[in-house]
């Protein structure tokens, strides 16, 4: 749309100034108001003798660039003076809403295979349900195997979310599994949040096999703090796994089950032990349920419509071929000059 759309009636202005300049010049004259021919100015025969031989082509050509480039000058200066603007209505939450974070294991089990796909590539899929889900909620992201490591703090940025999601690969932090340590972390960042409400969804296969921190004893920690862990177990006992490359300069695969690296026993625990949910692959239905059971309390929203203006660049591009055209006129054409 236009701010002020009136200033568009100087593009039609710019195409008669622009196709009086080019049959004036091409004529040598100025049209007879009477007869409508084009009658010679004083002077001009020879000016249009000149024009005729062929060395004066490229002077022409030249002449009709800069006239095109003068005239589309006026027309991006015309659309600069209209205003134009791109509007954009936006839902604005009034309020923050939760801290939470999911905590998305990265160890070489989450490349099992389950029906074609792999147990991480699950565990996005369920972790962008939630993120969906959750309203005005804030999340954030752990990854972790042998280390665990805040990727992304909560943030109301849902694309910021899933394009951190969508990086994380399977044994990107070590060969092993450290959820105790995964869960510490996420704690000690939400114990000094100052969010309302706070909270924990972790996405594994299960079990935990390094680590000075018991996932148990971590969760207990969450207890004590108020925060429910909640627990998604992506995997079954019949995964098969196709291929694990190992890191460093040797490189092997590994292929047959691995059917004792699925053991949602520690993570149905974690979540008695803080009062949290406890899913065990769950369909999208599910983790919308979960997700509403989860989030914070309504908050308003109010629509509000963001405006994009452009004016600044069509001036700019306007105001330099603009200028280019009067210099090429002035010290290459020698037009208007005295």
Partial sequence: MFENPFFLLLLP?????FWF????????GVPD??????????????????TLHSAEIPDRIMHKAVNLIFMVSIILIAFSLSGPQALRKI????????DYFILLDISPSMAVKENGKTRL?????????????????????????SDAAIVLLPTPDKESFRERLESAGVMELGEATALGKALGTALYYLRNSESEG?????????????????PL????????????????ATGSAAGSLDVIVEPGPVRSAVRGKISESYNPAVLEQISEYTGGYFLENPGRLDLGILAAGLKGPEVKMETITEKTDFSNWFLITGAVMLLLSLVIKIYFLRELLP
């Fill in 13 to 17: 202005l710019s195409l008669a100034v």
């Fill in 21 to 28: 300049s080019e049959i004036r010049r091409g004529r040598g």
């Fill in 33 to 50: 108001s009477a007869s409508g021919v084009f009658v010679p100015e004083a002077g001009s025969q020879g000016r249009i003798n000149r």
């Fill in 91 to 98: 839902d604005r939450y009034l309020a923050k809403g939760d």
């Fill in 121 to 145: 590539e699950i565990a996005k899929e369920a972790a962008l349900e939630i993120a969906e889900a959750s309203g005005n909620d804030y999340p954030g992201l752990v990854f972790f195997g």
């Fill in 198 to 214: 706070k909270r924990i969804i972790i996405l594994s296969d299960g079990g935990s096999n390094y680590g000075e921190l018991p």
């Fill in 217 to 232: 004893d971590a969760a207990l920690m969450a207890s004590e703090l108020g925060i429910p862990v909640s627990c998604i």
